[in-house]
């Protein structure tokens, strides 16, 4: 990677923090904790390069370290949403 | 193939957004987590597509086991156990996101030699460091709300100096990865030092400021996946990452305004004023002071008979008892004489973010009755009675009119404006900041002791022979 492309990069990161900001300071104190484990299971979109490192051709260590990745963020990301889903169903109103 | 993969990529990451925006209202949260995991489930589909993709059996392994673990852990853990799943969960986010920067680093050498660029090193080294500390930090601190590792405050000579040090030592070796990429074993050695750095940056930290601990690991989870979208230069990563990253900051910013204390000085552990000494010597004289009014199940029960007006008040002591049920079963008996029932929330109240909330919302308690500190803190001198279940700390009024207490200054819900305050506490034992509570000396306290749960259950029956 260049540092030009890094750099791209880089706005991404910065603007997509600022977006989080703006869509987060609007969730009320009541889902806090439903916040923190949905936000968690998006954590949890390293998924991908799990994906991308256990399905290399050749069987090498990478291919060991992207299976434990994929399990972990698979755990992650599973784990995540469902438990959200679970609380954020008994939020009711009167 | 690779356009229409971005494309995707681009969907998610918009699905991720509409998903947090969804959760600005309960109304709305539930679908919004939805449109947040079908983003997920979009990526990882298009994903396997990817021409790097080529053998599946470790991939249909990987996920079929994780997929197990995870469905079983959400489907087991007690909502009072809830801050220690999230913690586990953090962790394994950023150790996949370690892991992920290690395969990439190898998977680069095996295909073009020992050349990396620097731009592409700088992010592995960054990768590698964030998710360690979050993996071993999140285990740490899983393990301190599990009671797996001790919940108190630890300090041991040097451990700033210490924890420096093997930072400094972790940024140098980074340097010499980026100039010689073939280093390997150096970047190993990144690794192992960061996971030790997790484990001493967390243990030092105390139970009672785990919100605190827990939001930032939420938002390191986050920074490791946008490292990880660095690496691979991928910018759906980056974006979720983001995301993540700017909710933990926020609700660590929430958390630790609502203990009036800097970040640095929850990291570096405990209340600095609130040495041991300092809070023996205060509970010792406090214990002298006497002066505590106790009630029995009938005396309260006659009591809140007579109010018109109820807030209650539920701290980590409810979890603790998991009383919420029988909290439950207050709010109803007292509603079906007519009496007006609310709930305080102190902000910091319990182990992590909304911790509260979601123990009664567990309990069928409608989350419109439960009300956010600055909103609610103005009727205490209009209600009749205020019930404290669990809480200490957030309602000693020492915060409010004793510039020497070590929690002077901290935002506190004033449930001694109320007309009558009944708190239900096991002892009359110190908070979490070691320091007495003079609330349960004022005239207008009445302590009604014993195990919330039971002692609750008790005083509904009461009540309900009225």
Known sequence: MEAHELIMLIYVFVLAIFVGFELITKVPPTLHTPLMSGSNAISGITIVGALLSAGLEEFTISTILGLIALIFATINVVGGYLVTDRMLKMFKKK | ?466
Not at chain 2, 148 to 160: A, E, F, I, S
Not at chain 2, 282 to 309: L, N, P, R, Y
Not at chain 2, 406 to 429: E, F, H, Q
Request: net charge neutral.
């Open chain 2, 1 to 466: 193939m690779q356009t229409i993969t971005y494309i995707v990529y681009l969907i998610a990451s918009i699905l991720f957004i509409f998903g947090i925006k969804r959760l600005s209202s309960p109304k709305t949260a539930r679908q919004g987590n939805m449109l947040s995991s079908l983003g997920m489930l979009l990526a990882v589909v298009v994903t396997l597509f990817d021409q790097r993709v080529l053998t599946f059996e470790y991939i249909i392994i990987g996920l079929i086991i994780g997929a197990a673990i995870g469905a079983l852990m959400a489907v087991k853990v007690p909502m009072t156990g809830m801050p220690q799943m999230v913690g586990l969960l953090n962790g394994f986010g950023g150790g996949a996101s370690m892991l992920v920067a290690f395969a990439e680093y190898y998977h680069i050498l095996n295909t073009t030699g020992p050349v990396i660029q620097a731009a592409t090193s700088v992010t592995i080294v960054l990768s590698v460091l964030i998710g360690a500390v979050t993996f071993t930090g999140s285990l740490i601190a899983f393990g301190k709300l599990q009671g797996l590792v001790t919940g108190k405050v630890v300090k041991y000579p040097g451990q700033h100096p210490l924890n420096a040090l093997l930072l400094v030592a972790v940024l140098v070796a980074g340097v010499m990865v980026i100039l010689d990429p073939s280093k390997t074993d150096m970047l190993i050695g990144i690794g192992i030092v960061s996971l030790i750095l997790g484990v001493l940056l967390v243990l030092p930290i105390g139970g009672a400021d785990m919100p605190v601990a827990i939001s930032l690991l939420n938002s390191y989870s986050g920074l490791a996946a946008s490292m990880t979208g660095f690496v691979l230069q991928n910018n759906m990563l980056i974006i979720a990452g983001a995301l993540v990253g700017a909710s933990g900051i926020i609700l660590t910013i929430i958390m630790c305004k609502g203990m009036n204390r800097s970040l640095m000085n929850v990291v570096l552990g405990g209340w600095e004023t609130a040495g041991a000494g300092g809070a023996a010597a205060a509970g010792g004289a406090d214990a002298h002071k006497g002066d505590v009014k106790s009630v029995d199940a009938e005396e309260a029960a006659m009591i809140f008979d007579a109010a018109q007006s109820v807030i209650i008040v539920p701290g980590y002591g409810m979890a603790v008892a998991q009383a919420q049920h029988a909290v439950r079963d207050l709010m109803n008996v007292l509603e079906s004489k007519g009496i007006n029932v609310r709930f305080a929330i102190h902000p910091v109240a319990g182990r992590m973010p909304g911790h509260m909330n979601v123990l009664l919302a567990e309990a069928q308690v409608p989350y419109d009755k439960l009300y956010a500190m600055e909103d609610i803190n103005d009727d205490f001198p209009n209600t009749d009675v205020v019930f404290v279940v669990g809480a200490n700390d957030v309602v000693n009024p020492a915060a409010r009119n004793d510039p020497s207490s070590p929690i002077y200054g901290m935002p506190i819900l004033n449930v001694d404006y109320a007309k009558t305050v009944i708190v239900n506490k096991r002892s009359l034992n110190v908070g979490y900041a070691g320091i007495s509570n003079e609330l349960f000396y004022y005239p207008n306290t009445l302590m009604y002791f014993g195990d919330a749960k039971e002692a609750i259950n008790k005083l509904v029956n009461e009540l309900k022979e009225l």
